[in-house]
């Protein structure tokens, strides 16, 4: 039997002597594992002790060794290992069975926990391994480390974990539960004769017998050596040399160095194994990128965008210098709609580029950039430095930084046109202007010959926004016309796949088309021509990557696809609503027509027969013309909002808009009559004198004189404070929000859904390292690399089973597939390849819903004209557009509760709430002014997604004035501020307040017309103004385009 503390080698030793003597060895620790494995209930008993860091009941334990030494293999003998671990266990096996040796393992405590806590174990296949490095003395053991770090040596997982019962906190608590009861075992077999103590290190020298003592101790190079006593500063040498009489002794320097040199020569060795695992590793990974589609030339080409920053500049001859210096062209063997993609491989570097023009165009270089590894800025200066293209190059520039600027490379184009003494200006020019622009650190190109070089050498930066999703840029795409629906075509678009993996259960959105399901996934044929002539036309094709049979990578699972649902379903008549009588509905109908009536006498004939009364647009700006409006015109004097009915029949009432159905679209500003211009001018005019009254006078109102203050400000209320008092996020929503969907913790669900593509993007590399160590030894997987790399990458489908991900189909990034989307508008994606290239992005779970998105945005210094809350505005948010009519709040910090802004400021930040799909951070967006096409280049603001909160409490507040006209130090009496006793009654509960900061509240009526006394809390001066605070709650709407 072997004694010892948990960690000391029991089993270690046991292992080595049992196969001498052809006997099992019996260890309490396997037959608890064995147990565990089983999950019987005597292992979940087991288990939960273990956890706690308590040892197993006596009981349990000699129930198990009885049953254990009833077997065959136990009768000629057997080994005891951890057992028995108490005098009651010891006196217990007395009565099964007797010992014949005891022998005891003596570690110190210190090494035993720092062995214990530096065991590993591989959970898949069971491996052990240690991390901990003791040297101490007589005690040496190095680590116990796999070849690869992290990678089991056995099954190649990188699963190597620690077990929970090998923590330091529970070694601790068996050690000293060790100490309290099984020491005194030690003595229990003393008393019996049958203990022998051996304290050796080594396993061998157990083998030879266990009666065998241990020889003396022998000091290690690391034993203490004590200074000599000194012979005294003056004695000379002779004298000290006849002390010695001849003696020479090694000195304590030499005996220091020599261990210095015995711990260099150790740490020189575990550097040296460090090493080599950090650079197998590296070997490892770069085999498992190229098998992924991450290699040099089996890996998705670099984007290269460019982008001219003037008319005048030439983007074509650069395209064009591009891709003649390719050594082959890459073109897709279908018929595609495309040309404006261009794949172009350099054997060089083993690269390839992906070639897009986007000469000037505003949105074109947009979208563009979206995608874009590297966008090239060309800066012309052959007609000097001052271009006519000032205004385009700002608004590009702007938008492009806003939305996530990937590398950049200028381009300096013209110089060869220009005088030696031009060239040099030029030239300081051109890096003046882009290190002004893209920081001192971006690369400037002069010269044609360095273009390409420059390009492929780069490494393109990282744009967090687009790498958590898989997107695509379309360089070919085929239609089929629909068999189901009319107008609609099945799509394939192929491209290079980027990002995360792609699964065909998830959505896909194509910018200005849709978002759309999948129904399945293709590895696409890519022809290779030879270098491009003089024309620009390929020669012969040389060679075609990929099968001529089309070989589906994934197929869409109805069970796991998500689906298309936008909006919530909800019962627009399940409001306690009753249905108008025919009295009121007359009521209704004269209070209109005489409504128009009053409109047309204020306004012009053109006017009034396009003034329609709009609920949902109106912001009740108190003290303009809606003050002279009755309640049925105003939302708030609507008793129950009714908006859900209209949708559908309104027309929308910005001036930017006009009809979407009509053709109305292509008509020029030229061809406007008069009185539209006149009218869109006077609108304008209109919001420049309210944003500057904003300004002025922030939220001032006046009681209306022709109704009475307490329904004109029905739903408005009093606040004790803005930052403390409460207001109930589900009060009062509109119907609007039953469409919506709401997260009850966002940040976990976009976590999860973030992870989603992480995940399978590890299990696919995992899977690879699997097939790598088991098909193959280390070696030879390395050396043959180049040999299956471009296989591997065209065979990617990754076989998960659905406990793993609940769904399977997915696609690794960096190859050559073809996306099949049925139920495609042909309308639209005409519109779109017409405009702009075909870019594809993958939506993350729950990013098709419908719900309120927060956007902390900046106005853009290039757009100086009025923005109102409620304006319909065009957002740009990832890979999507929509539109929406957002309201505009300040970013208050400390409380839940945000006022409402009316116009947006031209300084600091504020944030725009609006309906629109789901998105997860981080996202920027891009704002701009909506009009009659279909995309606008007038950038508004742009910033960034703050939270998807349909929660958000954005108050609008009015403040009714007052000046006192008679003053008695606390008291005063206040007029102008109402035009009724019968509104004074009811503001009497709210608080008062003054713009020198002293507050009140009103004490009584003072006769018909308003006038009442008020009490202060301190004295209130006569030039002072009173103000009357309300708040109300306000929503963004939508558009009617949306």
Not at 537 to 546: E, Q, T, V, W, Y
């Amino acid at each position: 039997m072997f004694l010892g503390a948990p960690g000391a080698g029991k089993g270690t030793y046991a292992s080595r002597i049992a196969p001498l003597f052809k006997i099992p060895t019996i260890s309490t620790g396997d037959l608890v594992r064995h147990e565990i494995s089983t999950h019987s209930s005597t292992g979940s008993t087991i288990k939960d002790y273990s956890d706690r860091g308590l040892l197993v009941p006596d009981s349990i334990i000699i129930k198990m060794i009885k049953a254990r030494l009833e077997e065959e293999d136990a009768r000629k003998g057997y080994i005891l290992d951890g057992f028995p671990r108490n005098v009651a266990q010891a006196e217990a096996f007395d009565e099964i069975s007797s010992l014949d040796v005891v022998i005891n393992l003596a570690v110190p405590e210190w090494i035993l926990a720092d062995k214990i806590c530096g065991r590993r174990v591989c959970s898949e296949c069971g491996a052990g391994y240690n991390v901990a490095m003791i040297h101490n003395g007589e005690f040496d053991m190095p680590p116990l480390l796999p070849r690869v770090e992290g990678i089991c040596d056995r099954c190649g997982s990188s699963s190597i974990v620690q077990r929970s019962d090998d923590k330091e906190e529970v070694v601790k608590e068996r050690l000293r539960v060790y100490n309290q009861e099984t020491s005194p075992l030690i003595q229990f077999y003393e008393t019996k004769a049958s203990h022998k103590s051996n304290q050796k290190s080594e396993s061998e020298n157990l083998s030879v017998g266990a009666n065998q003592r241990m020889p003396h101790h022998r000091a290690g190079p690391l034993k203490q050596h004590n200074k000599k006593h000194k012979t005294g500063k003056h004695v000379s040498k002779a004298v000290k040399e006849r002390k010695c009489g001849g003696r020479v002794e090694s000195s304590t320097k030499k005996a220091h160095s020599q261990s210095n040199n015995m711990m260099q020569a150790n740490n020189k060795q575990m550097r040296l194994l460090r090493q080599k695992q950090i650079r197998q590793h590296k070997k490892e990974n770069l085999l498992l990128d190229r098998r992924c589609g991450g290699g040099n030339r089996s890996q998705a080409p670099k984007i290269v965008g460019i982008i001219g920053l003037s008319d005048t500049a030439d983007t074509a001859q650069v395209r064009n210098f591009i891709l003649q210096g390719a050594d082959e062209l890459e073109v897709p063997n279908s018929e595609s709609l495309l040309t404006n993609c261009s794949v172009g491989y350099y054997h060089s570097f083993k690269q390839s580029l992906c070639v897009v023009d986007c000469g000037n165009d505003f949105n074109y270089s947009l979208d563009t950039a979206k995608v874009a590894d590297i966008l090239l800025m060309v800066l012309p200066v052959s007609e000097g430095t001052l271009d006519s293209g000032n205004i385009t190059r700002e608004k590009i520039l702007s938008a492009v930084r806003a939305q996530g600027l990937p590398s950049v490379v200028g381009v300096v184009q013209g110089l060869e046109k220009l005088t030696s003494k031009a060239q040099t200006d030029s030239k300081k020019y051109g890096q003046r202007f882009f290190q002004t622009e893209f920081g001192e650190a971006v690369k400037i190109v002069y010269q044609d010959t360095t273009l390409i070089r420059t390009i492929l050498a780069m490494t393109p930066k990282v744009i967090y926004w687009r790498e958590a999703r898989s997107y695509m840029l379309g360089v070919a795409t085929t239609v089929t016309p629909s068999s189901t629906t009319t107008g609609n075509v099945t799509l394939e678009i192929s491209g290079y796949l980027r990002g995360k993996p792609l699964s065909v259960n998830q959505l896909v959105h194509i910018t200005d088309v849709g978002t759309f399901q999948m129904s399945q996934i293709t590895a696409a044929q890519v022809v290779r021509k030879k270098c491009l002539d003089d024309d620009m036309s390929g020669k012969s094709d040389i060679c075609a990557l990929g099968n001529l049979e089309c070989e589906v990578l994934a197929l869409s699972n109805p069970k796991y696809q998500e689906d298309l649902r936008y909006e919530a379903e909800y019962d627009p008549f399940a409001a306690e609503q009753t249905w108008p009588t025919e009295e009121e509905l007359a009521n209704a109908e004269s209070d209109k027509r005489e409504n128009k009536q009053r409109l047309a006498g204020e306004l012009s004939e053109y006017q009034a027969a396009w003034m329609v009364s709009d609920p949902e647009d109106d912001l009740d700006e108190e003290g303009d013309k809606v003050m002279d409006q009755d309640a049925n015109s105003s939302e708030d004097e609507l008793p129950v909002d009714q908006s859900f009915c209209r949708v559908k029949s309104k027309k929308s009432v910005t001036d930017e808009d006009d009809d979407d159905d009509d053709d109305d679209d292509n008509m020029s500003v030229d061809e406007e009559s008069p009185a539209v211009r006149a009218a869109k001018l006077e609108a304008y005019r209109e919001r420049k004198r309210e944003e500057k009254e904003q300004m002025e006078f922030p939220d001032e109102v006046d009681a209306p004189s022709n109704m009475a203050a307490k329904t004109r400000f029905a739903r408005y209320r009093g606040l004790k404070s803005l930052r403390t008092s409460a207001w109930d996020p589900k009060e009062s929503l509109p119907t609007d929000y039953a469409r919506l969907f709401q997260f009850e913790d966002f940040a976990m669900v976009q976590r999860r859904a973030i992870e989603r593509g992480k995940n399978a993007e590890q299990a696919i590399r995992a899977e690879y390292r699997r097939k790598m160590h088991t098909s193959r030894s280390r070696g030879s997987s390395i050396a043959s690399a180049m040999e299956d790399v471009d296989d591997s990458s065209r065979k990617t489908r990754a076989s998960f089973t659905e406990s793993e991900f609940g769904e399977s189909g997915y696609v690794v990034s960096g190859i050559f597939v073809t996306l099949q989307i049925p139920e495609v508008p042909m309308e639209q994606l005409q519109k779109r390849l017409a405009c702009g290239p075909l870019i594809l992005g993958c939506l993350l779970k729950h990013e098709n819903r419908l719900s309120v998105l927060n956007f902390s945005i900046q106005r853009s210094a290039l757009f100086t004209d009025p923005v109102k809350s409620k304006q319909e505005l065009e957002f740009h948010v990832g890979f999507r557009r929509f539109r929406g009519r957002p309201v505009f709040s300040d970013q208050n910090l400390k409380s839940d509760k945000h006022l409402l802004q009316r116009f947006l400021p031209q300084n600091g930040w504020s944030v725009a709430t609006t309906y629109g799909p789901t998105t997860f951070q981080p996202a920027s967006v891009l704002i701009f002014r909506a009009n009659g096409t279909l995309m606008s280049n007038e950038l508004v603001a742009s910033g960034t997604l703050k939270n998807v909160n349909p929660d958000r409490i954005v108050l609008k507040r009015v403040v009714l004035t007052g000046v006192p006209v008679k003053v008695k130090k606390r008291k005063a009496v206040i007029r102008y501020m109402f035009h009724s006793a019968e509104d004074v009654r009811w503001f009497k509960p709210v608080e008062l307040t003054t713009k020198q900061g002293v507050s009140g509240h009103i004490k009584e009526s003072l006769g018909t017309h308003g006038d009442f006394k008020a009490i202060f809390n301190k004295p209130i001066k006569q030039h002072d103004t009173v103000c009357l605070v309300l708040y109300k709650r306000v929503y963004p709407t939508f558009c009617e385009a949306s």
